[in-house]
C-alpha cells in the first residue's frame, strides 16, 4: 500500500512539475507616457508627413515598444524612420527582421502598419520615439471642399497619454479654414487660416479613447 502511494505521490509531482514548467509566464510592463507630440503635415497631392514624438517612462525592464497606425483600405504608409532620444543623444533604429536591439521591424495587415521597435529597457529608463512616415490618401477632395476626417491619436493604448500635443500644418495660409476634435479632448484647439495651422492641447487623454480630428478647406490646397 505504501509503495502505491508513493508511487501515486511522485507521479502526481512530476505532472504538477511539468505543468510549471510548460505554462507561460504573463507580466504587465508598467510605464507611463508621459509627452506626446504629433505633427501632421498637409501636402499639396493630398498626403500626410506625419512626425510622431512618444515620450515613455519604465517601471520595468522591457524588450522594446509597439506602435499602431490604423489606416483606410485605399491608404499606404511610405517612408518610415524610427529614431530614439535618450537625454541629448539620437540614434537611429534600423529596420531588420532580426529582433536585435535598436531594430524595428513594420509589418502591414487590411487595418493599418504595426511598427515593433526593439530596444532594451531597463527600470527608471525614460526615452522619446520618433516615428516619421508618410500616409497616402489622407486628404477627400469633393466638389466644393476638402476634407481631413483623422484618428490622430489612436485608442489602442494601454495607459493613459499625458501633455498631448497635435500640429495639422499646411502648406500656407488657408482661407475658411475650419476644424473640429471629437474624443476625449476638454482641452484647447486653435485654428489659424493666416498661418495655415491647427493646434490641439491636452494635458491628459484616455488611453482607450483617443483624439479625432475633422477639419475642412479650400480643394485649392489639395489638388489631386
Do not use: C
Amino acid at each position: 500500500m505504501k509503495k502505491i502511494f508513493h508511487l501515486i505521490l511522485g507521479m502526481v509531482t512530476i505532472l504538477v512539475a511539468f505543468i510549471v514548467f510548460i505554462s507561460p509566464t504573463f507580466a504587465d510592463v508598467n510605464y507611463d507616457i508621459t509627452n506626446v507630440d504629433v505633427t501632421a503635415r498637409v501636402n499639396p497631392n493630398g498626403s500626410l508627413s506625419m512626425e510622431r514624438r512618444i515620450t515613455y517612462k519604465f517601471d520595468d525592464s522591457a524588450h522594446g515598444v509597439f506602435y499602431r497606425q490604423n489606416l483606410a483600405d485605399n491608404q499606404e504608409l511610405k517612408n518610415p524612420q524610427v529614431r530614439i532620444l535618450t537625454g541629448n543623444n539620437s540614434t537611429n533604429i534600423v529596420r531588420s527582421d532580426s529582433n536585435q536591439n535598436n531594430t524595428y521591424k513594420l509589418s502591414h495587415s487590411n487595418h493599418g502598419y504595426r511598427f515593433k521597435v526593439w530596444h532594451n529597457v531597463n527600470d527608471g529608463d525614460k526615452f522619446t520615439i520618433i516615428y516619421t512616415y508618410e500616409i497616402t490618401n489622407a486628404i477627400i477632395n469633393w466638389k466644393d471642399t476638402a476634407e481631413l476626417n483623422f484618428k490622430i491619436i489612436g485608442n489602442g493604448w494601454d495607459t493613459d497619454l499625458d501633455n498631448v500635443r497635435v500640429g495639422i500644418v499646411f502648406p500656407g495660409p488657408v482661407k475658411d479654414l475650419k476644424a473640429w476634435a471629437h474624443g476625449d479632448l476638454s482641452g484647447q484647439i486653435t485654428i489659424n487660416p493666416t498661418k495655415g495651422n491647427i493646434i490641439l492641447t491636452e494635458t491628459n487623454v484616455a488611453g482607450d479613447e483617443g483624439i479625432e480630428v475633422h477639419t475642412i478647406f479650400p480643394t485649392s490646397v489639395t489638388y489631386q
